[in-house]
């Protein structure tokens, strides 16, 4: 079977359909992608991080396939969601370890620094997610936006796709949330 985007969204739309057959042939179409998704939010944590990309992918998978209410539409739109589960479950993870230190400071991280997966980042991911649920809450697109663009490393084609926007304002939207979410980050880095 081939790699096309067309075989992954057909075998997405069986398996809403409720044909767990499909999971077999689904897996290695995206086994890969997601992995390189994991790799992405894995590269720059802590040397200690008890979670690696391979963990990350399973669970992942395991909430993707699970999820009974989402309308798969598409391969990005797959891909767009799994970025937001390992986002969620890296955050999780990262405030577990954080109240395991039992009320240590959080250092904060500028948006280059933690586009950069910086040492801290496993701190850093919270300050990030921090920042961007507060752009969740003034500009609900440019959060989503960022959310595929930065976590799931969509192309502005395919977050257009996922959205139903052009190529054009997503560009432009990445472009301003990206700007906001430096200046929360740097207010929050200078505070510290």
Same mark, same amino acid.
């Given at each position: 079977?081939?790699?096309?985007?067309?075989?992954?969204?057909?075998?997405? =739309?069986?398996?809403? +359909?409720?044909?767990?057959?499909?999971?077999?042939? *689904? #897996?290695?179409?995206? !086994?890969?992608? /997601?992995? $390189?998704?994991?790799?992405?939010?894995? =590269?720059?944590?802590? +040397?200690?991080?008890?979670?690696?990309?391979?963990? *990350? #992918?399973?669970?992942? !998978?395991?909430? /993707?396939? $699970?999820?009974?209410?989402?309308?798969?539409?598409?391969?990005?739109?797959?891909?767009?969601?799994?970025?937001?589960?390992?986002?969620?479950?890296?955050?999780?993870?990262?405030?577990?370890?954080?109240?395991?230190?039992?009320?240590?400071?959080?250092?904060?991280?500028?948006?280059?620094?933690?586009?950069?997966?910086?040492?801290?980042?496993?701190?850093?991911?919270?300050?990030?997610?921090?920042?961007?649920?507060?752009?969740?809450?003034?500009?609900?697109?440019?959060?989503?936006?960022?959310?595929?663009?930065?976590?799931?490393?969509?192309?502005?084609?395919?977050?257009?796709?996922?959205?139903?926007?052009?190529?054009?304002?997503?560009?432009?939207?990445?472009?301003?949330?990206?700007?906001?979410?430096?200046?929360?980050?740097?207010?929050?880095?200078?505070?510290?």
């Amino acid at each position: 079977m081939s790699k096309s985007p067309g075989d992954i969204t057909l075998l997405l =739309r069986e398996l809403q +359909a409720g044909n767990p057959a499909v999971e077999s042939r *689904l #897996v290695p179409l995206v !086994y890969d992608e /997601l992995r $390189r998704t994991a790799r992405r939010y894995m =590269r720059g944590e802590r +040397a200690d991080h008890t979670l690696q990309p391979t963990a *990350l #992918v399973h669970e992942a !998978y395991l909430r /993707l396939i $699970r999820q009974q209410e989402v309308d798969w539409q598409n391969r990005a739109h797959f891909f767009g969601v799994a970025a937001q589960l390992m986002r969620h479950i890296l955050v999780d993870h990262a405030r577990a370890h954080k109240a395991e230190k039992r009320g240590g400071h959080e250092p904060k991280l500028s948006l280059d620094e933690a586009l950069a997966c910086s040492e801290e980042k496993g701190a850093g991911l919270l300050a990030l997610d921090e920042a961007l649920t507060r752009l969740n809450e003034r500009d609900q697109r440019q959060g989503r936006i960022v959310e595929l663009r930065f976590f799931g490393g969509l192309t502005e084609e395919e977050v257009a796709e996922v959205l139903g926007l052009s190529a054009r304002t997503v560009k432009r939207e990445w472009s301003v949330a990206r700007a906001w979410l430096y200046k929360e980050l740097s207010k929050g880095a200078n505070s510290a």
